[in-house]
Antibody, heavy 115, light 111 residues
Framework: QVQLQESGPGLVRPSETLSLTCSVS????????WSWVRQSPGKGLEWIGF???????NYNPSLESRVTISVDTSKNQFSLEVRSVTAADTAVYYC?????????WGQGTLVTVSS | QSVLTQPPSVSGAPGQRVTISCTGS?????????VHWYQQLPGTAPKLLIY???NRPSGVPDRFSGSKSGTSASLAITGLQAEDEADYYC???????????FGAGTKVTVL
């Protein structure tokens, strides 16, 4: 059974960069699309973007200018960077496997943007 | 504001049938894109409930069913149980936004 686990700082200062990593276990990261989704009280669930094992990415246009998703197949991990964060980026961030729909999810990690 | 519209809440007594609607447009549900449904219990991650409009992943009870018609989709829960009390989200793809989109969610309360 595929399992995903997010890791990274829970507090980020405004204007800085949010960085998270998702570790995949119980299966290979190869051959699948992997996404980041966030959930905030004000905006519900929001898809951030996905990456394929070859590094191909697709981002939500609303976030594309500030987001980078990368993959490390040797570590079975993929990562998220969100630059120039503001309070509006405060959310629970989930990583998920995505074959069009999101069939496996991490438990989520709360990231708060505050000084 | 979500491009997929769901009722904020629905409720029913144990054993009853409830339905949750998800209304979209010609750029998402009304196009070729499938609708998927997720259940989110308090304090947990969303869980895939229905994929491809009307398919259940292994382990999901057949009390849950999905349908799609035109620019709308629905999730039905029959034989409502206390454990079904959760938030439910629909999801599709929107070609105008070039993004995967979610509804705002519907809270199901078991009376």
């Amino acid at each position: 059974q595929v399992q995903l686990q997010e890791s990274g700082p829970g507090l980020v200062r405004p204007s800085e960069t949010l960085s998270l990593t998702c570790s995949v276990s119980g299966g290979s990261i190869s051959g699948h699309y992997w996404s980041w989704v966030r959930q905030s009280p004000g905006k519900g669930l929001e898809w951030i973007g996905f990456i394929y094992d070859n590094g191909y990415t697709n981002y939500n246009p609303s976030l594309e200018s500030r987001v980078t998703i990368s993959v490390d197949t040797s570590k079975n991990q993929f990562s998220l960077e969100v630059r120039s964060v503001t309070a509006a980026d405060t959310a629970v961030y989930y990583c998920a496997r995505q074959p069009g729909y999101f069939d496996h999810w991490g438990q989520g990690t709360l990231v708060t943007v505050s000084s | 504001q979500s491009v997929l519209t769901q009722p904020p809440s629905v409720s029913g007594a144990p054993g009853q049938r409830v339905t949750i609607s998800c209304t979209g447009s010609s750029s998402n549900i009304g196009a070729v894109y499938d609708v998927h449904w997720y259940q989110q219990l308090p304090g947990t991650a969303p869980k895939l409930l229905i994929y491809g409009n009307n398919n259940r992943p292994s382990g999901v009870p057949d009390r849950f069913s999905g349908s799609k018609s035109g620019t709308s989709a629905s999730l039905a829960i029959t034989g409502l149980q206390a454990e079904d009390e959760a938030d439910y989200y629909c999801q599709s793809y929107d070609s105008s936004l070039s993004a995967y989109v979610f509804g705002a969610g519907t809270k199901v309360t078991v009376l």
